[in-house]
């Protein structure tokens, strides 16, 4: 089945640095959407990016669309401590209905 | 505030003895999920409802059931849990506009532990 792969599968990095992340799927979608997850609690929709667009942004998160890689980034900028978490790239499957998620990349910033 | 509610937030179950996950929404959305997560792993979908119409994901074991009385309320039933089905169980809901399904709203989970 299709599944977004995420990478790296770990980044830690410094309070005010900025984070990318990256997701790569298999085969054509109609959208791509970005989760976060607190540990030991559900997922929290942060952007979705349809694939006739090829850039979104929201706040302080910028999300990236590639149809031809077949990828997709995530960068945070100006982290902070509470935006540690884990993170997954999610995309629809082949019938156009269900998200199918990736692994994800678990984000650690440090005060 | 319109939201998906799970209960429990933790269940302790002993080897083959039947359980039940629970969940209720408020949105009104016509689609509703039951993801499994283990540790460290992504989501993984089990089934979901349309509506009254239910589809299961083809490697779904038949140890997993599920019913859906009315808009607002879904549950997970394993019949049989063994040690390998201690996870995470995560619903979620989103509304299918008759073109495409819009994001997903989840719940808080329910971590499941077999004895």
């Known amino acids: 089945s299709q599944q977004g792969e995420e990478d790296p599968q770990a980044l830690s990095i410094q309070e005010g640095e900025n984070a990318t992340m990256n997701c790569s799927y298999k085969?054509?979608?109609?959208?791509l959407q970005w989760y976060r997850q607190n540990s030991g609690r559900g997922l929290v929709h942060l952007i979705l990016?349809?694939?006739?667009?090829r850039e979104k942004h929201s706040g302080r998160l910028r999300v990236t669309l590639d149809t031809s890689k077949k990828s997709s980034s995530l960068l945070i900028t100006a982290s902070r401590a509470a935006d540690t978490a884990s993170y997954f790239c999610a995309t629809d499957d082949n019938y156009g209905q269900n998200f199918v998620f990736g692994p994800g990349t678990r984000l650690s910033v440090l005060p | 505030d319109a939201m998906v509610i799970q209960n429990p937030r933790y269940q302790v179950t002993q080897f083959g003895k039947p359980v039940t996950l629970s969940c209720s929404q408020t949105l009104n959305h016509n689609v509703m999920y039951w993801y499994q997560q283990k540790s460290s792993q992504a989501p993984k979908l089990l089934f979901h409802y349309y509506d009254k119409d239910f589809n299961n994901e083809a490697d779904t074991p038949d140890n997993f059931q599920s019913r859906r009385p009315n808009t607002s309320f879904c549950f997970l039933d394993i019949r049989s849990p063994g040690l390998g089905d201690a996870a995470m169980y995560l619903c979620?809901?989103?509304?299918?506009?008759?073109?495409?399904?819009?994001?997903?709203?989840f719940g808080s989970g329910t971590q499941l532990s077999v004895l």
């Open positions: 979620a809901t989103s509304r299918d506009t008759g073109e495409a399904r819009e994001k997903l709203f």
């Open positions: 085969t054509s979608i109609n959208n």
């Open positions: 990016i349809r694939s006739n667009e």
